[in-house]
C-alpha cells in the first residue's frame, strides 16, 4: 500500500495526524485548481478555502476499493466544490440567443432521433441547424442543469449510484458509455483527453507532445470536455 493510501487507511480509522498530512500532501493540488479561477469574483484565498472543503470530501469519502490514483477522484471533489460555489454566487444569465439555439438543438436532436433510429451526435445537430459544433456544445452546457457528485444518477431509485461513483467505476455500464463517447472523438481530440485525463499529463505537458501551445490546448480541452458531457 502506498503512502497516500496507507494514510487515508488510518483517517479512515480516526487518525487526525494521518488526516493533517493528506491535507498538507494535497494542498498543491488545491493551489493548482484555485489558480484556474482567478478573476472570477472571488478572491484567491477565498477560492483556497473552498478548494479544500472539496478536499476534505474527498479524503472522507474516497473508497479504498476504487481503483484509481487518490489525486484523480479529488480533483473533480475539488473543482466541483468551486464551481457549485461560484454558480451559486454568480449573477450572470444565459442570453437569449443561447436559450434560443439549445431549444432549436433540443428539437432537432429529437427530428434527428427519429429520423435516424438513434441519437444523433453534436456535429450532425449542428449540420441540420446550419452552425458551428462548438456553438451548440456551447449552448447545451449554458441550459445544462449542475449537479452535485453526491447526486444520484436516477433520483427514482434508491439503489442508484451517485456521480461521484461514476468518476472512479471500473468495467461498468457507465465506463463502456465513457468509451464510447471517446470512440466518437477525432483522434486528436481523443488524444488530448487520453493524455490529460488518464495520462494525468499537465496541460503545458500536453502542447509540448503535440506541438501546440497551452492555451489551445486549454481551448481545445474545455470545448471536448463540453461534447463529453453532452454524450454521455
Do not use: W
Request: charged share 25%.
Amino acid at each position: 500500500m502506498d503512502q497516500t493510501r496507507c494514510l487515508l487507511a488510518k483517517s479512515r480509522q480516526g487518525d487526525l495526524q494521518a488526516r493533517s498530512e493528506l491535507v498538507d500532501m494535497n494542498l498543491p493540488l488545491v493551489h493548482s485548481i484555485a489558480r484556474r479561477f482567478i478573476d472570477r469574483g472571488l478572491e484567491y484565498d477565498d477560492l483556497l478555502q473552498i478548494g479544500s472543503l472539496g478536499l476534505l470530501k474527498a479524503i472522507n469519502d474516497f473508497d479504498l476499493n476504487y481503483e484509481v490514483r487518490f489525486s484523480t477522484y479529488a480533483v473533480p471533489k475539488i473543482m466541483g466544490e468551486i464551481k457549485q460555489h461560484l454558480r451559486r454566487t454568480s449573477r450572470l444569465t444565459v442570453s437569449r440567443s443561447t436559450k434560443r439555439l439549445a431549444s432549436d438543438a433540443l428539437h432537432a436532436k429529437d427530428t434527428l432521433a427519429q429520423t435516424l433510429g438513434r441519437n444523433p451526435t453534436i456535429s450532425e445537430i449542428a449540420t441540420q441547424l446550419g452552425v458551428e459544433t462548438e456553438e451548440v456544445v456551447y449552448a447545451f452546457d449554458a441550459v445544462s442543469p449542475v449537479y452535485s457528485l453526491q447526486t444520484q444518477v436516477d433520483p427514482e431509485d434508491a439503489g442508484a449510484p451517485e456521480y461521484q461513483d461514476l468518476v472512479a467505476s471500473s468495467g461498468s455500464h457507465e465506463s463502456l458509455m465513457l468509451k464510447q463517447a471517446l470512440e466518437s472523438l477525432a483522434p486528436d481530440e481523443r488524444r488530448i483527453i487520453l493524455l490529460r485525463y488518464f495520462a494525468e499529463k499537465s496541460q503545458t505537458e500536453v502542447a509540448r507532445e503535440l506541438g501546440i501551445s497551452q492555451a489551445q490546448i486549454s481551448r481545445q480541452e474545455a470545448r471536448i470536455i463540453r461534447q463529453l458531457r453532452h454524450e454521455l
